[in-house]
């Protein structure tokens, strides 16, 4: 195998569910006794790890692939702050808009202040320190076609319907979110 991360092969002992970018037997045992990263790493970097057992992540899911056939991760990014902190709300836009340039599968969830962001117009006035106005980021996400999520419950109580939404954004409720949450690899919230 060449050097760098262009493979991933996914191994499952029963127990655990290795991604690993080095080639293993089926059956092998990729060294699932303590302290696990180490002997793992001994085949080579490890790009993730499942403990059932511990509850921290089951990977239940096919290994996914960029077009480059590299892994690929699937995030839902969070974000709570709205026009009341500039720089805290285009955050989770930007992690949204960098996951899906790096080959990512993403979806962006709005709550709490943020959801004022997924009103028509509101992106247009919103400018953090020293970053990208979000103007721009959004007009970014939505050309990359990341659905944009909005608490349907955070929107209600800010008199927001589904009709003052920009393009690519729709109402969702709390079993939708848990339910990405729960599906995706990665939660990253701001």
Known sequence: MTGGRDRCYDITNGKHRV??????EDGQDAGMSPPLKSELEADGPVIGVADRGAGLFEHNRETRRTKKGACMA???ISGSRGTDDPTMATLPFMAAKTAKEQGHDVVLWLW???VTLGRKGAADYVTGVNLTPLKELLATIQASGVPIWVCGACAVARQIGGEDLVAGASIKGMPDYIKAVADRDRSVTF
């Open 74 to 76: 699937t995030f839902i």
């Open 19 to 24: 991604i690993t970018d080095q080639p293993m």
């Open 112 to 114: 709490n202040e943020a």
